[in-house]
């Protein structure tokens, strides 16, 4: 049994489904093994026992959220629906990628589809120019997970193979009429005396580092089975290479550590392809990621992306790209009541701090549904930004909640002219963010990227630059007040 769902869904409950939809959303027509997953609850968390089985892989190194508030990661339940029988309720929270549970694997899908995905994906490489749409067919089997995956690694070793593929010196012996670094004295001995017209010697020379280019080629070629020859469109000219220098034989554990812990990784000019190792290591163990293992069927198991995480760095890219006159820090730790019992952390997602005047906007990234209704504002998250706004005064301009926005964004609505709505304070709460829809091209989500630092733009202006109704001097007057008499 398979099932898609998207992210955050149906928090509300708003979304339930009754027996005809299981059969459709389930693919199957029996419904025996379907509502034996609903007839009890079914929590997964952050905090589950079962969590051991589930690998979640996150975007960055610094501070874990997953180590402090418990978050939803799937939510089976049932509930009567008066004559009509059951409803029978799925809820997601801002993990994608793939559970298997109770024999039923659980695709779990971005909620603002591939295209949108993958230009949040292009940020953790910094690659920014592709607007091209991905052409490369899927394989039937395939699941969120190996698709966040086959692009990382993609994206990644794309950028690292510019300065070229890893190569390390190696001594070669060379038995030849040219005479090359060194002669062996006792190969010319044993094999070259009396003299023939050849000579063995012995240099160095860079070679293609072989437990690397294997394990690369081999991610590649299991990339292709599951989504097509079309996946190697971007690194045409590296594939080719890879396939003409690759040994033949398959990549054991031992390679795969080799190649990891190669002494050629530390060359700054190849550092790079430490992650993408890491990538096509994952490709290349995943044997239960496209099918249930039935041996396990009823062992909860899977691997996520914390999405979530993807967001925040997303827009951290985003925005220090565009405001080169402000420092953008992430994950900023903030230690309150340091000598109480009751201390805590607080780690806002996003800081921008002037370079030069030391003015503070203090952002947290939300990747949750916003449509521009009351309920879909966290009350937890309101008070935390609110916190964080206030621990950076006075030197706040603004603060706010930044969302992926399902409507168009109506900055009169959603930006207040100062905290608290009612606050002698001239800072600023705002909610805001990008315009976000599965039907948009890239193009249009660049659009929509350039009009929300436009109105970030304007927020910075309104508060930096001097109030019309200030005194102002003309050139001239400040020359007659320094005048000597």
């Not at 829809?437 to 508060?463: A, W």
């Amino acid at each position: 049994m398979r099932v898609s769902i998207p992210t955050n869904h149906n928090y509300y409950e708003e979304a339930p489904l009754i027996e005809d939809q299981l059969k459709k959303e389930f693919e199957v027509k029996s419904l025996k093994k379907i509502t034996s997953l609903f007839s009890s609850t079914f929590e997964l968390t952050t905090k589950s026992a079962n969590l051991k089985q589930i690998q979640i892989f996150d975007f960055k190194n610094q501070q874990n959220k997953l180590e402090n508030d418990e978050q939803l990661i799937l939510k089976l339940f049932s509930k009567e629906n008066g004559e009509k029988g059951k409803k029978y309720i799925i809820q997601t929270g801002l993990f994608s990628g793939v559970v298997f549970h109770n024999g039923c694997q659980f695709n779990i899908t971005s909620a603002y589809g591939d295209t949108f995905l993958k230009r949040m994906l292009n940020s953790i490489n910094d690659i920014y120019i592709d607007t091209q749409e991905d052409k490369a067919s899927k394989s039937s089997e395939t699941n969120e997970f190996q698709n966040i995956l086959a692009f990382l690694f993609i994206q990644s070793l794309e950028k690292a193979a510019v300065l070229g593929l890893p190569k390390a010196y190696q001594q070669q012996t060379q038995r030849s009429h040219k005479v090359r670094g060194k002669v062996d004295i006792n190969a010319y001995l044993k094999h070259d005396f009396p003299f023939q017209g050849k000579l063995t010697t012995i240099f160095r020379e860079q070679v293609y580092t072989q437990e690397i280019i294997d394990i690369l080629f081999l991610a590649c070629k299991k990339l292709e089975h599951n989504f097509g020859k079309a996946i190697h469109k971007k690194i045409l000219g590296i594939y080719q290479l890879l396939k003409q220098n690759y040994s033949g034989t398959y990549a054991d554990h031992a390679t795969i550590e080799k190649a990891k812990n190669h002494s050629v990784l530390h060359n700054p000019m190849f550092a790079t392809f430490k992650q993408v190792l890491s990538y096509a290591e994952i490709i290349l163990k995943e044997q239960s990621m496209v099918s249930h293992n039935k041996d396990n069927s009823h062992v909860t198991h899977g691997y996520l992306f914390d999405i979530s995480q993807l967001f925040e760095v997303y827009l951290e890219k985003l925005i220090s790209r565009h405001f080169s006159d402000w420092f953008v820090t992430s994950q900023e730790e903030l230690y309150v009541y340091n000598d109480m019992f009751f201390n805590r952390r607080m780690f806002p997602d996003l800081l921008m701090r002037h370079k030069e005047t030391d003015h503070v906007i203090v952002l947290d990234a939300k990747f949750k549904k916003m449509r521009g209704e009351g309920r879909d504002v966290d009350r937890s998250d309101f008070y935390q930004i609110h916190s964080y706004i206030q621990y950076y005064q006075p030197d706040v301009l603004f603060g706010g909640l930044i969302y992926p926005f399902s409507e168009q964004i109506d900055p009169t609505k959603s930006h207040s002219s100062s905290l608290y709505g009612s606050s002698p304070q001239k800072t600023k709460f705002i909610l805001d963010g990008i315009y976000i829809n599965e039907k948009m091209t890239m193009q249009n989500i660049i659009n929509s990227e350039n009009e929300f630092l436009s109105r970030v733009e304007g927020l910075i202006d309104d508060r930096t630059q001097p109030s019309p109704s200030a005194p102002s001097y003309s050139h001239n007057t400040v020359q007659v007040l320094h005048s000597p008499q």
